[in-house]
């Protein structure tokens, strides 16, 4: 017996629209081209299984849960049905009324399809649509891969300063974090990156060369920072202290701490920074740091000298949450002037809606974290 061909996401939807079966889901002109959906953040108090019935109806439709075996996921229904939205072209939203504190709900309109094998289309509502089978899926971009997982994924760019003076800067990408080791010694550690800080053959000053050796040679056997689920982990294994911070000029509630030895401690955790992106593009809080300072051997924050008197300091930047703070600014989160960025995320950010996006992500994160 051959397998059930599972449905369109668009006749799919027209024929709930034209059914009536589910609350709050209604066509809104009589042309039958223009619908809302309810479409309530699952943070409210308010929120009930009767805000996703048409999110499961579609999990059940397409494959996606079974009832009888599967565990309610509703933030997983709500994403796939946004994304099986995302990637029909004759779809597109036309309001966004999901923060209403009344009616949350976004209102989409069905365009005509174009373009090959319209010549002979099905008819409903007066509005043709094809049943050929789907084009092949457009790129993903870079933004859509980070979200498909609530797992810290990501490179790194790491700069290394001696008194303030740049001697090192590297990108490490496709890694699980990172291992400091002085020139000479490896970390061993495979799914780690080797960051070999340079010896300070190139300074004048003998007492800093000295002082600034010892420290090296105090890191073998590695300071070591690693992602492991949603968190970014530090620990040392070495003699020499290390101190660290979320910002180069740190403030009274700027994490910190110093890197226990032979303990990881969570330095990072990605909900905590979509919580703070969030909270930034709302303009309820300041910008999240997404740079990360180390001092190698000496005590820091110090009040009495900045972070360049440092005999070494190394800032590490966590490229996801830098591509995530890049995208808000582009989302109108700050009126600096226009940053750079990379090309690929600026072209699907209207079609992604940036803060509707992270904030379906925080929910997800949250539900999986409590269940």
Known sequence: ???????????????????QQYPGVAWLNPE???????????????????????FEGW??????????????TPSEWKRNFRAALNRKSEIQMVEDNSTDSDDPHKVFEIQPPTGPGTENPLSYGGLPYNLDPAPPEAPVSPLQEIMETNKLETDFEVRAYYRGQLVFSRVFNNVKGLCFVPTGFCGNYPELADVVLPAPNTIHDQ???????????????????????????????????????????????????????????????L??????????????????????????????????????????????????????YQLSQAGGASSLGEVERDLRISDTLQGLEFLAQLREWEEKMEVEFHS
């Open 207 to 269: 007492l800093q060369v000295s002082l600034t050796e010892r420290i090296l040679q105090g890191l073998v056997p590695g300071v070591v920072l690693r992602t492991e689920g949603a968190s970014l982990l530090g620990t040392r294994r070495g003699p020499s202290h290390v101190y660290w911070n979320h910002s180069e000029f740190p403030a009274v509630v700027t994490p910190r701490g110093e890197l226990p030895k032979e303990q990881f401690s969570c330095l990072y955790n």
């Open 271 to 324: 909900q905590h920074f979509v919580q703070e992106l969030i909270g930034y593009m709302e303009k309820q809080n300041g910008s999240p740091n997404y740079s990360l300072w180390l001092c190698f051997g000496e005590e820091w924050p110090d009040a009495h000298r900045s972070w360049k008197k440092k005999l070494i300091m190394v800032q590490v930047i966590v490229k996801t949450f830098e591509m995530l």
């Open 1 to 19: 017996m051959c397998a059930q061909q599972r449905p369109l996401i668009v006749p799919w939807l027209v024929e709930q629209l034209d059914a």
């Open 32 to 54: 039958r081209t223009r619908f809302r959906v309810p479409w309530k953040h699952g943070s409210r108090q308010s929120i009930s299984t009767e805000d996703f019935q048409l």
């Open 59 to 72: 999990a059940i439709a397409s494959g996606r849960f079974n009832p009888k075996t599967d565990k309610r």
